[in-house]
């Protein structure tokens, strides 16, 4: 659309501007709703597809009364694509989250994915990238309240900060997590735009939006590789069910439908494979050591018996031989192979057939096809089959080799040690697979068995979120869902709260089946006042040296407030009092602790008035406080944080690395203001600085 003078009111225009973009995206909804399928589906089954098609259209075009149509404008200087004329006439369009076109096909709204929308995100004073204007849209409750300008290309203007940018990212959070499609950093956006083919890792210390950007680049890429995505499929990956609640209104705010999410714990269960049991964490290692593959590898292929017998086949009244040397032989070349075992065991029969049809030529006999596959189902190749390479099923495979000391100590002699193997084995061998007490380390080792028998789907984009608290073996359950597509890895080394945290982007990249993939990393806070993430940012140095600290845009005085508590003032009472002064706010409060001190400050809370949702529940203005364990604490984020007890987080887990890294993570949850009350002695890198 051509770029229009200056307006007398700009407000009143863009407001129109606003109500005829809602008017026609109705329009386009209303279109879709009207359609009549009945004359153009060939039976029932394309009926319920095509409906289930435009359904998820209809849900696509929906208008979000409380989200933004547009949240900015492009006025360029000449019209993109053309050649830079003298005198060519601009274009102006509206960026938005999804397009919006009226009745003559025109666009109003342009989908900020589109590369046209680019330069909203990319183009600076340095680089207006022949942007003329800049408008930022301000919004309350949905309505167009306010704008903004930057006169990119005028040398005249100086490069300034957007306080509606900032006012964006700092705005009261209640309910789940929104989308940032209307504040995208430049570096952000690079990560969100890079191509379908190749896999990436974000680095991203705490309120880089590393998530958020996991998840636009899920969004971006449906939109470039629409086709593609829609026949492999796509999925995200977070680290437990309240997170995945949390993020799951993102995609659906930008018009993304078909996205699936689970835990890695759905990705390798197993129909009636129930976890009943919880190793220690020693145990834990062990099992999610990738020394792990080598065992199960090897024990799968023990099943593999060379034939000693040679093969008799009667087919009418001639009798074919197959000595065992050439049994032998067509055994060994399929091992060679290194194929799954369950294709290399539907493979054997055939070549066995291959053998005797050669013999029949041989005799004069001229078979075709139907010969050979009826000689594979002859009742003596299929005994044959069944004796060299029989059957593996998988959970029966990983039962045995946790209760047999004879059979776990043949395949991983020379890979763990005699202590590591102890680890491994059940004190009481269970008698079958289902009354067995499986552990989820020992459904990933299920998975892994199962992919070495048959090979495991492949999707084509995986986003894996929390990364750093994968075990090596979890990582190739992950990665075998992404064998021929690629991969968005998110994480912080700093986060990582697991006994086997990932340690190097490197070998976690390894493990996933992706050491190509670019490392990414965002230094840049947006959400954590610079305050509360200095403070945090003390125990780097003790839990994960040589990492950079995030350095935070957000100068938020007043944000961080760290209070002793005498115990004749009592800190469970300190901590009711933070939470009703922390409530006199606007926006969303978590009240995080240890694990083992959330049953008393449930009942405390319920005593003093004040009900409170877990985590995962949805925030709302009536219902903004939650109390949160902090072993789920990781990925969310509350306006105003109350940190009760740091000691008793660190004192909660196994060690004191992993102790710091889980109170690094509850330090680093809040967006507004931050109040830790303790009574105990505060960790060393925190303690108060002498006067």
């Known amino acids: 659309m051509p770029a229009h003078a200056p307006e007398s009111d700009p407000l009143a225009r863009e407001r129109s501007h606003l109500a005829a973009s809602r008017s026609a995206l109705r329009a386009m909804r209303e279109d879709v709703e009207a359609l009549d399928i009945r004359d153009v589906t060939a039976n029932w089954v394309n009926a319920i597809v095509l409906q289930a098609q435009i359904d998820d259209r209809i849900k696509a075009l929906a208008d979000l009364s409380h989200t933004p149509l547009f949240f900015g404008r492009l006025d360029y200087l000449h019209a993109p694509g053309a050649e830079l004329a003298e005198g060519a006439e601009g274009e102006q369009f509206y960026i938005g989250r999804r397009h919006v076109h009226d009745a003559d096909g025109d666009p109003m709204v342009i989908d900020w994915r589109a590369p046209v929308s680019q330069p909203f995100y990319r183009a600076s004073k340095a680089d207006p990238q022949d942007v003329a204007l800049r408008r930022r849209f301000g919004y309350t409750s949905g309505e167009l309240t306010a704008y903004e300008d930057e006169h990119l290309s005028d040398p005249a203007e100086a490069a300034a900060v957007s306080k509606l940018l900032q006012q964006e990212i700092e705005r009261p959070r209640v309910g789940p997590m929104r989308d940032i499609v209307a ?39 449906l939109y470039a590789h629409r086709d593609r995505l829609a026949r492999t499929g796509t999925l995200v990956i977070g680290p437990n069910r309240s997170f995945l609640h949390y993020i799951e209104q993102v995609l659906p705010a930008l018009g993304e439908l078909e996205v699936k ?26 099992k999610g050591d990738a020394r792990m593959a080598r065992v199960l590898r090897d ?3 023990s099943h593999v018996t060379a034939p000693t017998e040679p093969l008799m086949v009667v087919r009418g009244s001639r009798r074919w031989r197959v000595p065992a040397y050439e049994l032998a032989e ?38 075709d096809d139907r010969v050979q596959d009826a000689v594979a189902r002859n009742a003596a190749v299929k005994a044959a089959v069944k004796e060299i390479w029989p059957p593996v099923e998988p959970a029966k495979l990983v039962l045995r080799l946790l209760s047999d000391p004879e059979f776990l100590a043949v395949h991983a002699e020379g890979v763990l040690t005699a202590d590591e193997q102890k680890l491994l084995l059940w004190p009481k061998p269970y008698r079958s697979v289902k009354s067995a007490k ?17 090979r495991t789907h492949s999707l084509g984009h995986v986003v894996l979120d929390e990364a750093q608290d994968l075990s090596p073996m979890q990582y190739r359950a992950v990665g075998r869902r992404c064998t021929t597509g690629s991969a968005t890895v998110l994480g912080d080394l700093a986060q990582g709260t697991t006994p086997w945290a990932t340690r190097s982007w490197d070998d976690a990249l390894t493990h996933l089946g992706k050491p190509e993939a670019v490392l990414e990393e965002l230094t840049a806070g947006f959400r954590v006042p610079r305050e509360v993430i200095a403070y945090a940012s003390r125990l780097l140095p003790a839990i994960s040296p040589g990492l950079a600290p995030v350095s935070s845009v957000r100068e938020t005085p007043g944000s961080l407030t760290v209070t002793e508590v005498t115990e004749t003032d009592g800190l469970t009472p300190a901590v009711i009092d933070a939470c009703r002064a922390s409530l ?23 005593d003093a008035g004040l009900p409170y949702l877990s985590p995962g529940e949805e925030t709302t203005a ?4 939650t109390l949160v364990p902090a072993s789920l604490a990781k990925g969310l984020e509350y306006d105003y944080v109350v940190l009760d007890e740091p000691a008793a987080v660190v004192s909660g887990e196994p060690d004191e690395r992993t102790g710091l890294r889980r109170l690094y993570v509850c ?5 507004s203001g931050l109040t830790a009350l303790h009574a105990a002695p505060l960790p060393g890198a925190l303690a108060p600085t002498p006067a």
């Open 261 to 286: 999410q689970a835990t890695v714990d759905d990705l390798v269960a197993r129909p009636g494979l129930e976890v009943r049991g919880a190793d220690e964490a020693a145990t834990a290692v062990v």
């Open 330 to 367: 067509i055994v060994e070349e399929l091992q060679r192979r290194d194929i799954r075992y369950g294709a290399a065991r539907e493979a054997l029969p055939q070549r066995i057939a291959h053998q005797i049809l050669v013999r029949m030529e041989q005799a004069g006999e001229a078979p």
């Open 438 to 454: 499986w552990s989820p380390a020992d459904l990933v080792l299920i998975d892994e068995a199962s992919d070495l028998v048959e």
């Open 299 to 301: 024990a799968v292929r």
């Open 183 to 221: 504040t995208i950093q430049p570096e952000q956006d690079e990560i969100v735009r890079s191509g379908l083919s190749g896999s990436v890792c974000v680095q991203g210390g705490p309120g880089t939006g590393k998530t958020a950007v996991g998840l636009h680049r899920v969004a971006y890429l």
């Open 622 to 625: 009536e219902s903004r406080l």
């Open 584 to 606: 006199a706010h606007e926006g969303s409060i978590g009240l995080i602790a240890a694990d083992a001190r959330i049953p008393d400050l449930g009942r405390a809370l319920l």
């Open 667 to 671: 330090l680093t949850r809040a967006v």
